[in-house]
C-alpha cells in the first residue's frame, strides 16, 4: 500500500517533505501535485522505478519524459540553449510550460527520446514541488500522472491513492491541484514548435 502524506498546499511541512525525498532516495515511486495535475516522479537514476512509469502509463521508447528542475540554472545544464531559446525559455519560467530540447551529456540515454536525443525539461511554479525540488537537491524525472484512455490527468490525492495504491510507494498531497496540463514547446528543430495547448500562453512563442 502507497503511503499517504498529507502537505500544506502553500508552505509545505519541511518534515513531510523530507519523508518523501526519503522514499526518491531510496528509488521509490511518488505521486505528487503540480500546477497542471498529478505527475509520478522518480530519482534520475531509478532503472526500476523507470519501467514502473512505463508499464503504469503503457508508454513507449519514444515517450517524452520530463525532468523537473529547480530553477533556470538546474536547467541550463540538462539541455542545450541556443540565444532564442535561450531568452524565450528563461522568460517563460517558472509556469505551465514544458519544453523539448537537445539534451547535454548530464542526462542518461534511456531519459532521451531514441532518435533525436531530445528530452522534456520545466520549472514548477507549485509551492509543494518546489519545497521538494530543494530538498532532493536534484531535478526530478517525471511524468504525468495521466492513465492509459484517459484525457486529462489525475488531480485528487485521495483519487490517485484509491486508483493507484499497489501501484505506488508513496501519494503527496496538498488538495485539489490544477487541471489543465502543460503547455508543450518542442524546440528540437531550432525554432519553437508548440505541440500540446495548455494552461501557458501559446502565443508567445508564435
Known amino acids: 500500500m502507497a503511503r499517504f502524506l498529507d502537505v500544506h498546499p502553500v508552505d509545505p511541512q519541511p518534515r513531510t517533505i523530507a519523508q518523501a525525498v526519503a522514499l526518491l532516495r531510496e528509488d521509490g515511486l511518488l505521486a505528487y501535485p503540480t500546477d497542471s495535475g498529478y505527475a509520478l516522479g522518480i530519482q534520475l537514476g531509478n532503472r526500476d522505478g523507470l519501467d514502473r512509469i512505463k508499464r503504469l502509463r503503457d508508454l513507449d521508447d519514444r515517450h517524452h519524459f520530463t525532468l523537473v528542475c529547480r530553477d533556470f540554472a538546474q536547467l541550463g545544464q540538462l539541455v542545450k540553449l541556443d540565444n532564442a531559446a535561450f531568452r524565450a525559455v528563461k522568460s517563460a519560467t517558472p509556469g505551465p510550460y514544458t519544453f523539448i530540447l537537445p539534451a547535454t551529456s548530464e542526462v542518461p540515454k534511456r531519459l532521451m527520446h531514441p ?29 504525468t500522472l495521466l492513465l492509459p484512455g484517459e484525457t486529462e490527468p489525475m488531480t485528487d490525492g485521495w483519487s490517485v491513492k484509491e486508483a493507484l495504491d499497489h501501484q505506488l510507494d508513496a501519494v503527496l498531497d496538498s488538495g485539489e491541484c490544477g487541471q489543465e496540463p502543460t503547455t508543450v514547446v518542442d524546440f528540437s528543430e531550432g525554432y519553437p514548435e508548440v505541440t500540446r495547448v495548455g494552461a501557458g500562453d501559446p502565443e508567445r512563442f508564435a
Open 115 to 143: 532518435k533525436k536525443r531530445t528530452v522534456g525539461v520545466r520549472i514548477p511554479e507549485h509551492p509543494v514541488v518546489r519545497a521538494l525540488l530543494e530538498q532532493l537537491g536534484e531535478p526530478l524525472l517525471s511524468s
